[in-house]
């Protein structure tokens, strides 16, 4: 075995799921831009890149992982993040790579035949006063349709109270998603002797 050709992507690697020849991987990033201001002038400093080599021909290229008119944004503001999904064909390789991307996170990665999930909390703006925080934290998930082998596309979103735990916590039933959170996880920590958790099951079902 012996490696053939290369694909490397900006941004940290969430999850991965596979149906038949097509394999998807869930990228989240953040854009260089807030860490290099010289480059708050260009698509680099806020849209990530894909690097291409092949050790067959010699042939390589490094281009924006997403045209800027191609990504999706949520109704509300998500923060600067992109969340952002490669569709592989195995059967073709890495030159036939199609992506979709939206200005959000990434955390939790749920796919079934035809559908891949994908949580994260909700955005709280940084510079929101103590006074004006939330009481409670909740939880957004996107839905890709990914029923085309060669194309994924970001079909709904939803939101539920608390946190999701992992994969397990979502599950999908004739097109309705089955989502378990918690309103606080055990990663918190210690807590106050009155802090009570409450833990909930949530089902959305997408419309239009």
């Given at each position: 075995?012996?490696?053939?050709?290369?694909?490397t992507?900006?941004?940290?690697?969430v999850?991965?799921?596979?149906?038949?020849?097509?394999?998807?991987?869930?990228?989240?990033?953040q854009?260089r831009?807030i860490?290099?201001p010289?480059?708050?002038?260009?698509?680099s400093?806020?849209?990530?890149?894909?690097r291409?080599?092949?050790?067959?021909?010699?042939?390589?290229?490094?281009a924006p992982i997403?045209?800027?008119?191609?990504i999706?944004?949520?109704?509300?503001?998500?923060?600067?993040?992109?969340?952002?999904?490669?569709?592989i064909?195995?059967?073709r390789?890495?030159y036939?790579?199609?992506?979709?991307?939206?200005?959000?996170?990434a955390?939790?990665v749920?796919?079934?035949?035809?559908s891949?999930?994908?949580?994260?909390?909700?955005?709280?703006?940084?510079?929101?006063?103590?006074?004006?925080l939330?009481?409670?934290?909740?939880?957004v998930?996107?839905?890709?349709d990914?029923?085309?082998?060669?194309?994924?596309?970001?079909?709904?979103?939803g939101?539920v109270?608390?946190?999701?735990?992992n994969?397990?916590?979502?599950?999908?039933?004739?097109?309705?998603?089955r989502?378990?959170?918690t309103s606080r996880?055990?990663?918190?920590?210690?807590?106050?002797?009155?802090?009570?958790?409450?833990?909930?099951?949530?089902?959305?079902?997408?419309?239009g």
């Open positions: 075995m012996k490696v053939t050709r290369t694909m992507v900006d941004g940290r690697f999850d991965a799921r596979q149906t038949g020849s097509s394999a998807r991987l869930v990228i989240s990033s854009p831009a860490i290099y010289g480059a708050r002038g260009k698509t400093g806020w849209v990530p890149r894909r291409f080599h092949s050790l067959v021909t010699g042939r390589a290229y490094a997403a045209r800027c008119r191609a999706r944004r949520p109704v509300e503001f998500s923060g600067l993040g992109m969340l952002t999904i490669l569709t064909d195995l059967d390789g890495l036939a790579t199609d992506t979709e991307a939206l200005m959000a996170d955390r939790v749920y796919g079934s035949q035809d891949l999930y994908v949580a994260t909390e909700k955005w709280i703006d940084p510079r929101t006063p103590v006074d004006k939330p009481q409670s934290q909740s939880t998930i996107d839905k890709f990914v029923s085309d082998p060669l194309h994924t596309t970001l079909v709904a979103s939101e109270p608390g946190y999701v735990l994969q397990f916590s979502m599950s999908e039933y004739k097109s309705d998603l989502v378990a959170t996880p055990a990663w918190w920590g210690a807590q106050p002797p009155q802090a009570v958790s409450q833990s909930f099951v949530t089902v959305l079902r997408s419309r």
